[in-house]
């Protein structure tokens, strides 16, 4: 029995031996360099990035929506717009009365003047000529006429364009721009839009029949 004992240990030594020699010989070929195409993106240790990686700012939204307010109106009579913000108030809600001046369209008023100058010394050599041809006029200091010369306000058509022509005649340029009447309007501004719902907004209008409720940008918003 002792000879097959050494004869697997003899065989299990020469595999081992030759296990070995094989392992030696198959030793792998060094790996070459892949190429890659420059328009290909190449991976970067977070190590070797350095500062260059940081993470990137958040973008502004673009499309930001502005703040909105209810507003209540239109009142022509202050007062009115005052009883309102005062039931705002009661209910510890922020509010404001916004005034707007809405044209009808209709004119109210005609300005005869002489176009804006140059400079101001222009103005004034203007202004000399119109008073020595007995001319009421002075020169306009704001606004977008600025440094011309008003000739006076008229109601009446016919008045003005007629001092337009006269003024013409001494080769003096004039003229006439219609004013149109404004009608004035008081809205509420209230900012608490989220508590302002359907019967929120019946109680504070109470009995203002002739007024609406709008969602508009706030005329205070930041």
Known sequence: MRWIFFTLVFGNLLLLATFWQKQGEAA???????????????????????????PAAPRKVADQREALCYVAGPYADELDARHLLARVSALSLHGRINTVDIESGEPSEYWVHVPPRATREEALRTLKELQKRKFDSYIITQGDLAEGVSLGLFRNKESAYGLQKAVEEFDIPVEVLVVNKSVREYWVEVIEVSQLNERMRERIQA?????????VECSNAG
């Open 207 to 215: 009995g203002d029949k002739e007024i609406s409720w709008a969602l």
């Open 28 to 54: 792998p070929a060094p790996l070459r360099a892949l190429e890659i195409p420059g328009s290909v993106k190449t991976l970067q240790l977070v190590s070797e990035a350095g500062d260059s990686l940081q």
